[in-house]
């Protein structure tokens, strides 16, 4: 099977209690880069409560049924800080969508054993009464082109951590794992979920490594070609930064080329910069910087649009506190100028967007949110766009 059959059957990757997602239209930013008509629904929404980080989790698609995770905590008052309890837990969630993501059912997978992590990565602290699953060491024989399949890959640390590969063949309803995968001559690693599957038993993972004095971070990409049994180091996708590269978002170009942006930092400055490879990962070149301003960073997400476009989204840090896009025409080589979803966030506490493309061609772009009238607590939050004409 091609990567072409496989992007066809819909298994390329982005990668309890009702919460209905009411129609809340709102006027997109002012001027000539803003979106058509966005419309934007609560996913999870709680007084007293926090939805935060839908890109530490991932997001799947499957027709018009959507999955995204997100972890859910305990609002507090933080100041310039994530308005999170650190002293009560945060529970990794998954919200489900039947209807191209109009209305969210919520799901807890701890509770039945599945996706339970604990340490740094955390916010809050490790749900109390629940055992951490033993790592486990892969056998292989996954199927990565099972129409029903969706992996995510989790860590303890945003440093120097270990990486649990999970799986699941219905879905997301249940999940095989952990598995660990290998820090692959590093301190440890930061897994996020972005994956491109090539193949029944051939899958690529664009992951993050720590520095070699312990911290975030380096953005490479590894791969499996035996089902999972073993994952082997394939390129470093950017120079080792002195300040932090991390958090890569990927799409397949071609069959040998693939395109990557990243979460930069140096200093005062945060951006998203961009990445080729045309020799299927072994090697890359830096293209430019997508997004020259991310406020106080944010982390992007890419979509491979069916009219060929590539669709970068964001969350901006800095007011207007917004949630945007840019878009290339020519695989990444220059970006519009940004696109504003929305610009009604009352602080930068916002966005890690996770974002997939429904049948009709809309784009459904999820990400943590707080605005005025909604109250101080940050929720996941989901806006239903057109791109803009080519």
């Known amino acids: 099977m091609t990567w072409r059959n496989i992007a066809a059957a819909g298994v390329l990757a982005i990668g309890a209690m009702a919460c209905t997602a009411p129609d809340e239209s709102a006027p997109a930013g002012e001027g000539a880069g803003t979106a058509e008509e966005p419309r934007h629904v609560k996913v999870y929404f709680e007084k007293g409560m926090f939805g935060g980080w839908p890109a530490n989790h991932g997001i799947w698609i499957w027709g018009e049924e959507i999955l995204v995770g997100f972890g859910m905590g305990y609002y507090k008052d933080q100041g310039l800080r994530h308005h999170i309890d650190r002293e009560k837990p945060e529970i990794p969630m998954l919200a489900r969508s039947l209807d191209g993501g109009e209305t969210w059912v919520l799901e807890d997978p701890t509770a039945n054993g599945h996706l339970i992590t604990e340490g740094g990565y955390l916010h809050g602290v490790t749900r109390p009464g629940l055992t951490i699953p033993p790592m486990l060491e892969s056998d292989g024989g996954i199927d990565f082109t099972h ?10 640390s945003i440093h120097a951590g270990i990486g649990r590969v999970f799986y ?36 690529t993972l664009f992951i993050t490594a720590a520095k070699p004095n312990g911290k975030e971070g380096r953005p490479l990409c590894v791969r499996t070609t035996d089902g999972g049994k073993t994952w082997k180091f394939l390129s470093w996708i950017a120079p080792e930064p002195e300040g932090f590269s991390i958090m890569p978002a ?23 910069a961009t ?17 020259a301003d991310a406020g106080i960073g944010n982390p992007p997400s890419m979509i491979h649009l069916r009219d060929g476009r590539i669709c970068l989204l964001y969350g901006y840090r800095a007011e207007p506190y917004s949630i945007r896009a840019v878009l290339s025409s020519d695989g990444g080589r220059t970006w519009s100028d940004p696109v504003t979803l929305r610009d009604d966030g009352a602080s930068r506490d916002i966005g890690y967007v996770r974002a997939v493309q429904r ?29 803009p004409p080519n």
Do not use: M
């Not at 029903?148 to 890959?153: E, G, M, P, R």
């Not at 830096?286 to 997004?291: G, M, P, Q, W």
């Open 359 to 387: 049948p009709d061609g809309k784009v459904v772009a999820v990400y943590y949110f707080t605005d005025e009238a909604s109250g101080p607590e940050r929720y996941i939050g989901a806006t239903i766009w057109s791109p």
């Open 147 to 156: 129409p029903d399949f969706a992996l995510t890959v989790r860590t303890n």
């Open 168 to 203: 699941s063949y219905d879905r997301g309803r249940s999940w095989d794992g952990p598995s660990r995968l290998p820090s692959f001559d590093t301190p440890g690693i930061a897994p996020r979920t972005d994956y491109i599957v090539d193949g029944q038993e051939t899958c």
């Open 275 to 291: 990445y080729l490879s045309t020799d299927n990962g072994a090697s890359w070149q830096y293209l430019n910087d997508a997004v």
């Open 250 to 272: 990927s799409v397949r170009l071609s069959e040998t080329d693939l395109l990557v942006t990243v979460r930069d930092h140096l200093g005062a400055r945060r951006w998203i």
